[in-house]
């Protein structure tokens, strides 16, 4: 199943490379997946569709992580993984009806497909948007995650 995890800078660090390939060690914790709740909220969506709005929840989740720790790089990134079906648990119906992509992943190792993250010019559009500026919030929701294969850890930008 593929799942997109709300991360920060911080993250990248944890990311291994093994012989299976890419993979990230997993504590318990929230993520975003195609569930049946989006598929719900979006009937008209296809499964790009789908797969592009979850990913979108895991950003915005990103930009609370950050919120909650100044000490990380003011860049947002999703890592996107691919885990097993048990690997994931459906949250809560009342969550649901806010986040429908919403879902929690289990402890384990995950196969890291990608990586999505902010160039380091956004830096300052995240933090204005931290800090309430909803001018920076606009500028941050237009801007597209650069896209980054797992392989390619290494070569992340960061700010």
């Known amino acids: 199943m593929r799942i997109y995890l709300p991360a920060t800078v911080a993250d990248l660090s944890r990311i291994e490379t093994a012989k299976a390939g890419v993979v990230l060690p997993l504590t318990s914790r ?6 049946a709740a989006l598929r719900a909220a979006l009937p008209d969506e296809d499964d790009e569709g789908l797969e592009y709005s979850a990913h979108l929840a895991a950003a915005d989740d990103s930009l609370s992580l950050l919120a ?3 000490t ?3 860049q947002r990134l999703v890592i996107t993984l691919e885990v097993a079906d048990a690997a994931v648990v459906e949250v809560p119906a ?3 009806v806010l986040t429908p992509s919403a879902v929690q992943l289990a402890a384990g190792a995950a196969a890291v497909h990608c990586l999505h ?3 380091p010019d956004a830096v300052a559009d995240v933090s204005g948007a931290l800090a309430g500026d909803d001018a920076a919030l606009e500028r941050l929701v ?3 995650l650069l896209w980054y294969d797992a392989v ?3 070569d992340v930008p960061l700010a």
């Open 68 to 70: 909650d720790d100044e």
């Open 94 to 96: 009342s969550e649901a």
């Open 72 to 74: 990380v790089a003011r």
């Open 142 to 144: 237009e801007r597209d």
């Open 117 to 119: 993250v902010d160039e």
């Open 30 to 35: 929230r993520a975003h997946a195609v569930t």
């Open 152 to 154: 390619e850890v290494a």
